[in-house]
């Protein structure tokens, strides 16, 4: 996921390509259209050195894009497991599931693999995620507004959902219309917005 203000601090860096290459595997953020993103991703049975590799390259390519959460189906690997960080909270949780929600919030939601579009959108304000550290612990998170948001984002992402299989016909006729409108512009072109509410 990405939020505007981490979206505006790579306007003042040098433009980067939007890969990053270590242990000769190269991860692309693959974006909307390509049916990676449609896959549902298998739960992870067994935590192993090359998981911990695939977590480590997933906050790299996160931090570079940049964004505060990443879900590894969006580097286009089939697997429950996502990683954030917001305010210098690293974090790695696998086979996440949310088990209680609860309020509704509002947020202008962005999502690395659709650049250059925001998305107003409601979704529940609280949730509470349970999963697996990569200690192979049982963990549960209270979330509330932005955090809550990107756990409900990434899990998505984890079961094949993007942002404009949340709208209704209409609206993601003008979304993926919006959409398409950026993809033509220069990176650092100002994003474009779109309020669902
Ligand atoms: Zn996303």
Redesign the pocket.
Known sequence: ??MMTAAKRSSDQTPTCQSVALHSVTYEIRTFGDPVLKAIAEPVTNIDEKLVRLTDEMFDVMYKAP?I???AT?IGVQRQVFVYDIEEERKVILNPQIVESSGEWVYDE?????PGLYVEMLRPKRILVRGINLDGNQVEFEADELLARLFQ??V??LNGV??FDRMTPDQRREAVTLYRAREGQPKDAEPYHLKLV
């Open positions: 996921m990405t964004g959460g990443l879900a969006q962005g999502c690395l693999s659709i984002h990434e998505d992402h993007l942002m």
